[in-house]
């Protein structure tokens, strides 16, 4: 009897040797290359705005414009595993889009000169501090570049890069050129997307290398002359686009529109702004209601951009398109679902394109 057990032990030594954790390293994804920054000079680089240097904002914007929204890290490996470590400051979990969108990260790798999807995952609300296998079986001897999407609705204080502990990382250069700035609705933010690399925006970014940074503010983009100042402060701009028809009432464009436009071409004349019409919601098909409210913001940007295109030099208007006739494009018949988003990405590339050329931004 006392050989048997001795004869069990034994054979349980190697699986627990086996279920011994993995070791990994760690690197902060700021000491790496960050894409996606509207400033490079923020005290909290995942922070979008520096809500100390800029005022105005609402409580709820104040949140929204340190959420991570657009933000990557590009960097080199040869690690056979890619994992990350959160410090959350303030993560949100919302009933009509994902957590991996929301709180999750969205992994992409560079084969064949193209963005190609490689892993996305989040944790658990109870888990979300712990370290977050996002891919595992990567081959060996092989240098990996990758892009990491940030959470989309999520303010971080910290993001931490693992690896195996005997592998290499480093900052891969900048993998985007021009700086379009995006301001917009939540729409651009990329909500109800399922994953955070998958706005219209992002998308644009990897299939084009033109980079679109991401001033999305979900709910709370409506004209306001204080994301005017902060837009204006940004350095480098090369152009601006906006989805600004989404969230004010037709009023409220009326009313702001042209002061808005004025204000930013006065401090950058010369860069070109570039507004898009709203996309058309499917709630508008049995709601009278929400009709009648669509309608007359459509309605009312088109004739005034009409104005606005020939009263002011560097203006143009374009008008994307997220729907099929299938009507299986929108979430919550409001936002768009990453189908939604490629058919947006689609309808405005080569338009987008054509505006950008022009002024010799790639």
């Known amino acids: 009897m006392k050989r048997f057990y001795i004869f069990a032990i034994a054979l349980l030594l190697p699986l627990g040797a086996a279920a011994a954790p993995k070791e990994y390293k760690f690197t902060e994804a700021s000491a790496l290359t960050l894409t996606g920054q509207l400033f490079t000079d923020n005290p909290n680089p995942y922070h979008r705005l520096d809500t100390v240097r800029f005022k105005g904002f609402s409580k709820g914007e104040n949140r929204l414009v340190r959420e991570a929204a657009g933000l990557a890290c ?103 050129r021009g700086r379009v700035v995006l301001f917009g609705s939540s729409f651009s933010q990329g909500f109800c997307s399922a994953r955070s690399g998958m706005s219209y925006a992002a998308v644009f970014s990897r299939r084009t290398g033109i980079e679109i940074i991401n001033l999305g503010v979900s709910g709370s983009c409506t004209l306001q002359p204080y994301f005017a100042d902060a837009l204006i402060a940004a350095p480098a701009v090369d152009a601006y686009l906006f989805d600004t028809f989404s969230n004010p009432s037709a009023a409220m464009i009326r009313e ?107």
């Open 256 to 362: 702001r529109l042209f002061p808005f436009i004025e204000k930013i071409q006065a401090a950058r004349p010369g860069v070109p702004l570039i507004f898009q019409q709203t996309i058309r919601r499917e709630s508008r098909n049995f709601s009278s209601k929400s009709e009648s409210v669509e309608a007359a913001k459509m309605a009312v940007a088109d004739s005034l951009m009409k104005i606005a295109v020939k009263k002011y030099k560097d203006v143009y208007y374009i008008k994307p398109d997220a729907s099929s006739d299938l009507y299986a494009t929108c979430t919550d018949g409001t936002h768009p679902d990453d189908y939604g988003h490629y058919l947006w990405e689609r309808s405005i590339e080569k338009p987008l394109l054509r505006i950008l050329r022009r002024y010799k931004i790639f």
């Open 74 to 176: 590009a960097f080199r490996t040869n690690s056979t595993v890619i994992t990350v470590k959160t410090q959350y400051l303030s993560p949100r979990s919302i009933d009509n889009t994902t957590g991996i969108c929301t709180r999750g990260y969205d992994l992409y790798i560079k084969d064949g000169g193209r963005w190609v999807y490689a892993a996305s995952k989040t944790q658990a609300e109870s888990r979300k501090s712990e370290n977050l296998v996002l891919i595992d079986g990567l081959k060996e001897g092989r240098n990996y570049e990758c892009l990491l999407y940030f959470p989309i609705y999520s303010e971080l204080g910290s993001v931490q890069i693992g690896i195996d502990k005997n592998a290499d990382i480093e900052a891969l250069d900048y993998p985007f």
